[in-house]
C-alpha cells in the first residue's frame, strides 16, 4: 500500500510531466495544481512556462508561481510584467503583491 508521502510524489511527477504536454489545457491544469501543491520544486518549471505560447498557460503560471510565494521568481515576474495579453500583466501584479505579502507575514 503506498503511503501519503509516495502518492504525493507520484501526483507532483503526474503534474509536472504535463506542464510539457502539447495539449494548452493540460499544461494550465497542471499549473494550477502544482501552484496548489505548494511544493518549492515546482519553480524552475513554472518559470519556463512563462515563455509559453498560450496567454491562458502563461496566466495558470504566473498564478501558480505567486501561490508558491517565493521571493526568487520575483525577476522572473517581472520579465513577464510586459506581456502582451492584459490577464498575464494584471495576474503579475497579484502574483508580486501575493508573494510580498507572505514575505511580511514571515518576518513578524
Keep these: 500500500m503506498e503511503s501519503a508521502d509516495e502518492k504525493k510524489e ?19 491544469g497542471a499549473a494550477h495544481t502544482l501552484g496548489r501543491m505548494h511544493d518549492l520544486r515546482a519553480i524552475e518549471p513554472l518559470i519556463t ?21 517565493d521571493v526568487r521568481v520575483l525577476p ?13 500583466r494584471d495576474s503579475v501584479m497579484q502574483a508580486k503583491d501575493e508573494i510580498l505579502r507572505r514575505e511580511s507575514l514571515k518576518k513578524r
Design 76 to 88: 522572473s515576474l517581472r520579465r513577464v510584467s510586459n506581456d502582451e495579453s492584459e490577464t498575464v
Design 49 to 69: 512556462l512563462l515563455k509559453d505560447d498560450d496567454w491562458w498557460v502563461r496566466f495558470k503560471a504566473v498564478w501558480a508561481l505567486g501561490q508558491l510565494g
Design 10 to 28: 507520484e501526483m507532483f511527477a503526474y503534474f509536472l510531466g504535463n506542464l510539457t504536454s502539447a495539449n494548452p489545457s493540460l499544461r494550465w
